[in-house]
């Protein structure tokens, strides 16, 4: 059997130091300082280090596993705590904090994976409720990494998978996937099957993690808990309507995939998920939360998803995903905006939409040198640093200018600023499609983006910067790369309306309100939308709306996007018209007779 287990090299000196009997371990625990619960967590990360890097026969280890498992539970729980609220990229003693934390899973999953390799390899004997015991929790602390990595958006070590596949053979060969083991670590059952422990780390990973927005995870994993048995996982794979199947190799290092069953050469060590009665559970949710219009409070020991939750699982388990549009690789810096107040406010500061944002704002290091020359020199400069972008400024780029700004001495072109506007970023575009961006976030401090955020992008075009704007699909935390996102396009460019008034019904809200107001697609097929805070507006509602001047009369139809933070609502519209009084045809001859 081949897992991943550290080499047995610890010094004889700290093996005489570390808590490795059943007496000296009870001992050992009774001494822990629980009231300062960080040296707590420093002695049981050193010790559970150390008692894995020895050799121990398979019962003491596993009965000394078993000692410390209530004090990994404490210990586990604490560093929960400091991991309920997120923010991306991680940083500081959050990021030291969250390593730990898969760490700590790891290292208890070693002990048990130790227990297991040696029955496995036939070295020692044991009883086989203590067999499945030990696979159970070796199984179980490798899950909670999967979950731990997940909320992190973290792909994780390739061997936590590897190893998970390889108990999961394990336990089938010795007939043990059924039996049931007592487990206090779940948030909504007292005990599972190795088997059920397999399943909801693979439905996990089914669910496309890294596209979860917050809280999802937690909420899948307490789920996945009472509906594991849902899931069908068997030897022989069945394809579903679209000839497509969801498998996982047990001689693998990879997740479950899903894939069609005509691309599958070989079909030895393969597991298929029928997910059909998991899907109709999930539907019949949605099904009671539409008889109702609200969300139905689930009942004691009762999980519930809502349903935009539902529907985007169904969709991953349900559609092969196939990039649309190719995408180019580049690696260029561009002005953002996260979040609907922050695009406004970004906007609005965009008073020279027709300057790059190199043009606009100089670094605070050469500011007091660069403030007392002329202008006329800066200007020239500009026109010079133009030739890098993608749309370079003609030779005259003089008089380029002053048509653009609409004054005939271009000494008057507005003086380059100290800093960017607050709701300006700088971020890392990595990648470009036509329907959508990758971009990088490479800084320690925090980047505001969640999934399901909206962001705007100042990006050139014909000379003129458009802010182009999207929703975050998916993050990804990456040691070596920071934070990556991928923004999906929901417009080309975006303009700050004024919401005035709700004509049709009455508003507790103060008006006139900022919205933002999205121009469709018709390449990409996007109908124009209006992008407004969350909880102000329903569909029905019949807006007044001043826009460039004009105003506009708009009923809200369908929801587009809705995460907790924005709505988007497509629309139709029509143009107000001043009303003129029309005269009688005769009207100026009457007074001429």
Not at 305 to 326: F, P, V
Not at 420 to 440: C, D, F, K, L
Request: one cysteine or more; aromatic letters at 8%.
């Amino acid at each position: 059997m081949n897992l991943h287990l550290p080499q047995l090299t610890l010094k004889q000196a700290e093996i005489e130091q570390s808590p490795n009997t059943l007496r000296a371990a009870k001992r050992w625990q009774s001494e822990l300082p629980l009231v300062n619960m960080g040296e707590t967590t420093r002695l049981f990360y050193l010790a559970i280090r150390s008692l894995n890097r020895q050799p121990l026969p398979a019962r003491l280890r596993l009965d000394l596993m078993e000692q410390l498992y209530s004090t990994a539970q404490i210990v586990l729980q604490h560093l929960n705590k400091h991991l309920k609220v997120l923010t991306h990229p991680l940083a500081g003693k959050i990021k030291q904090i969250s390593r730990l934390n898969e760490a700590l899973l790891l290292e208890m999953s070693v002990g048990y994976k130790h227990v297991v390799y040696t029955v496995a390899t036939h070295k020692e004997k044991l009883d086989n409720r203590s067999v499945v015991l030990a696979a159970h929790r070796a199984m179980r602390f490798l899950e909670m990494a999967l979950a731990h990595n997940a909320r992190t958006y973290r792909t994780g070590a390739r061997s936590t998978w590897h190893d998970l596949h390889r108990l999961e053979a394990f336990v089938e060969q010795y007939h043990l996937s059924d039996t049931e083991v007592k487990d206090d670590l779940y948030n909504t059952i007292d005990e599972s099957t190795a088997r059920d422990v397999y399943k909801q780390a693979c439905l996990l990973a089914m669910a496309q993690p890294l596209k979860l927005r917050t809280g999802e995870v937690e909420k899948l994993q307490s789920y996945f808990e009472k509906a594991s048995h849902l899931c069908v996982m068997k030897k022989s794979l069945s394809p579903d309507e679209n000839g497509m199947v969801h498998v996982a190799s047990l001689k693998s290092s990879e997740p479950p995939a899903y894939i069609p069953l005509a691309d599958i050469t070989t079909f030895s060590n393969l597991r298929g998920f029928d997910l059909s009665r998991l899907i109709s559970t999930m539907n019949d949710m949605i099904e009671d939360e539409g008889d109702t219009g609200i969300y139905q409070i689930p009942k004691k020991g009762e999980v519930r998803l809502d349903s935009s939750l539902i529907k985007r699982l169904i969709k991953a388990w349900t559609t092969q995903e196939k990039r649309r549009y190719s995408r180019v690789l580049t690696n260029r810096s561009i002005v953002a905006a996260v979040g609907i107040k922050n695009i406004i406010n970004a906007i609005n500061a965009d008073i020279n939409p027709e300057l790059s944002r190199e043009e606009l704002f100089i670094p605070v290091s050469e500011y007091d040198a660069q403030e007392t020359e002329d202008a006329s020199r800066f200007i020239g400069d500009m026109a010079a640093d133009t030739e890098q972008f993608e749309h370079p400024l003609p030779s005259d780029s003089m008089v380029y200018y002053s048509e653009l700004i609409g004054v005939e001495n271009h000494d008057e072109q507005p003086a380059p600023r100290k800093k960017m506007p607050g709701s300006w970023r700088e971020w890392r575009v990595i990648n470009t499609g036509a329907g959508g961006y990758g971009i990088a976030w490479d800084k320690e401090e925090a980047s505001g983006v969640q999934v399901g955020e909206v962001i705007s992008l100042r990006e050139k075009e014909y000379n003129i910067h458009h802010w182009r704007t999207g929703v975050v699909r998916w993050l990804h935390n990456s040691d070596e790369r920071g934070l990556e996102v991928g923004l999906q396009l929901l417009a080309p460019r975006a303009i700050v309306v004024s919401v005035e008034t709700i004509r049709n019904r009455s508003y507790s809200q103060i008006m006139p309100m900022d919205a933002l107001m999205l121009p469709g697609m018709k390449t990409l097929q996007y109908p124009p939308s209006l992008l407004v805070p969350n909880g102000v507006f329903k569909s029905g509602d019949i807006l007044d709306i001043a826009m460039l001047g004009k105003k506009l009369h708009i009923e809200l139809r369908d929801i587009g996007e809705a995460p907790s933070f924005f709505t988007q609502f497509f629309y139709t519209s029509s143009e107000v018209k001043s009303t003129v009084s029309k005269k009688e045809e005769f009207e100026d001859l009457w007074k001429r007779l």
